[in-house]
Each structure stands twice: as C-alpha cells, then as structure tokens.
C-alpha cells in the first residue's frame, strides 16, 4: 500500500499535545493509523527547528510512505528491529541498522 505523508498524519488519531510558547518546546502523540497497523508516533519539537520522533509500531502489510521534498540540513533514522526500505533525500537505503543522512 502507498500513501501520501499529508494523509498518512490525517488518519493518525492525536492522543495527547502540549506546548510550551516560553520555550518553543512542543510535543503530539499520535495513535499509528489502525487500517495501517498499531502503535505510536512522538514528535518533539525541542526548540525552533530542531525536530525528535520517535515511532514505535508494527504494520499489517508492507506500507510505503510518500513524503514531500524537503530540505533538511541532517537527519538520522535507526530502527531496533525489522527491516526498511527507505528512499528520500534521493538517497536509498534498505536493511536493519542506522542511516545517517547529510544533505
């Protein structure tokens, strides 16, 4: 299955949200969409542009998500189990260890 991010994160259900203006700190939690799989998706926004998610799920079916371009000066992604295939930044990667990506 293929899905477009935009509406991958409008069928996610937000479980809980805070923000903190004072000290642009802000964090959602958000339920794994259920027609996708289960689990979870933290996304903090430590200060201005400085992003961590962390996502703990597991999908029924192979799932591939279509993220838009963006420009991001460094990024890592890393996994504990299972496999991924990703492809972004015009980079590919498959496997199950950590990938950095400098663009």
């Given amino acids: ?8 994160i409008e069928t996610a259900d937000l479980v809980k949200e805070y ?3 004072d000290n642009n700190y802000s964090e959602t939690l958000s339920e ?9 998706i933290l996304n903090v926004e430590l200060r ?5 998610t962390i996502e703990d799920y597991q999908v ?5 998500i279509s993220y838009p371009e963006s420009q991001h ?12 295939h990703c ?11 950590i990938y ?4």
């Avoid at 000066?73 to 991924?84: A, E, K, T, W």
């Fill in 1 to 8: 299955m293929t899905i477009a991010f935009e509406e991958f």
């Fill in 19 to 21: 923000t903190d203006t």
């Fill in 32 to 40: 794994y969409p259920q027609d996708l799989g289960k689990g979870s």
């Fill in 48 to 52: 201005n542009g400085f992003y961590l």
């Fill in 60 to 64: 029924h079916n192979d799932v591939i």
């Fill in 73 to 84: 000066p460094l990024g890592f992604y890393f996994q504990l189990s299972g496999g991924i």
């Fill in 87 to 97: 492809q972004r930044y015009g980079l590919n990667y498959a496997g199950d260890s």
């Fill in 100 to 103: 950095p990506v400098v663009v």
